[in-house]
């Protein structure tokens, strides 16, 4: 079973930037998919950005240009820098394998609001 701790979440103005991160307890991380996902009030959970072993990427159109995620291998980790935040971005994001395999982690909130 494959574990997830989301951290980094938090207040950002729009235009704002935030970084998060994600401790993944895995014996074989680094041949895992990763991806980070959000969940908006109201709203079905939704893939926003995904990294492959071989490090290629895909992103949900909407941030495109705006969100890079990121994986370190050496600790385990996964990252999602996110730039130019819009009130749409509000959500609780999580981390998780591609496809979602595994139990969901505790998320961590991202409010942009002026």
């Known amino acids: 079973q494959v574990r997830f701790v989301e951290s980094g979440g938090g207040l950002a103005q729009p235009r704002g930037s935030l970084r998060l991160s994600c401790v993944v307890s895995a014996n074989s991380f680094s041949t895992l998919t990763v991806a980070w996902y959000r969940q908006a009030p109201g709203k079905q959970r939704e893939l926003v950005a995904r990294r492959t072993p071989a490090d290629v990427t895909a992103y949900l159109d909407s941030v495109k240009g705006r969100f890079t995620i990121a994986r370190d291998n050496t600790k385990n980790m996964v990252f999602l820098q996110m730039n130019a935040l819009k009130p749409e971005d509000t959500a609780d994001y999580y981390c998780?394998?591609?496809?979602?395999?595994?139990?969901w982690g505790q998320g961590t909130q991202v409010t942009v609001s002026s």
């Open positions: 998780n394998r591609d496809p979602a395999f595994d139990a």
